[in-house]
T-cell receptor
């Protein structure tokens, strides 16, 4: 059974803290993605990576950075958390090789910044 | 500029009736379309897809229709069940394994018993 796992389901942090969100996939997928979901705004792409050590900015990269040192792991970093980064964060992975591939999502991390 | 649009933020349907969720897109280069379902506090899960060479794909109670000339697709759920209550996202893909799916903003479906 294919799987994308995220390190925490719920997280509470304080303003200014550095926050790490970890994502691991076991499908040997080349592509990995970080989204945030907010009511009325849908799924917004923060960053994605199409290979180890490669990264591309998505639609809303400001305030975030990412790291991909191993193929199976993609980390999202909030350098200095702010209250407007309170959100549901979703990681996904996808196989390369044409468009007829779905993205598999993890269960999400509900982050609250106080 | 939104390339994939779901113009109805919410939809309410009675149990047993048909649910129709709509999606419009602007990029004629999209060649694969997917629907995802999302329950609260969970990640989206893949529901059904259709390639641009087809106009219909069916999987049990779920059918997706594609009208390429109108750049429109729709998801039909028949019969609707209370467990179908969720947010549904439409997504589109370009022919490149390296590009992310482009998602609509979602439609919240409520199926009333």
């Amino acid at each position: 059974d294919v799987k994308v796992t995220q390190s925490s389901r719920y997280l509470v942090k304080r303003t200014g803290e550095k926050v790490f969100l970890e994502c691991v996939q076991d499908m040997d997928h080349e592509n990995m993605f970080w989204y945030r979901q907010d009511p009325g705004l849908g799924l917004r792409l923060i960053y994605f990576s199409y290979d180890v050590k490669m990264k591309e900015k998505g639609d809303i990269p400001e305030g975030y950075s990412v790291s991909r040192e191993k193929k199976e792991r993609f980390s999202l970093i909030l350098e200095s958390a702010s209250t407007n980064q309170t959100s549901m964060y979703l990681c996904a992975s996808r196989n390369r090789g044409g468009s007829y591939n779905e993205q598999f999502f993890g269960p999400g991390t509900r982050l609250t910044v106080l | 500029d939104q390339q994939v649009k779901q113009n109805s933020p919410s939809l309410s349907v009675q149990e047993g009736r048909i649910s129709i969720l709509n999606c419009d897109y602007t990029n004629s280069m999209f060649d694969y379309f997917l629907w995802y379902k999302k329950y609260p506090a969970e990640g989206p899960t893949f529901l059904i897809s259709i390639s641009s060479i087809k106009d219909k794909n069916e999987d049990g109670r779920f059918t997706v229709f594609l009208n390429k000339s109108a750049k429109h697709l729709s998801l039909h759920i028949v019969p609707s069940q209370p467990g179908d209550s969720a947010v549904y996202f439409c997504a589109a893909s370009l022919y490149s394994g390296n590009t992310p799916l482009v998602f609509g903003k979602g439609t919240r479906l409520s199926v009333i018993a």
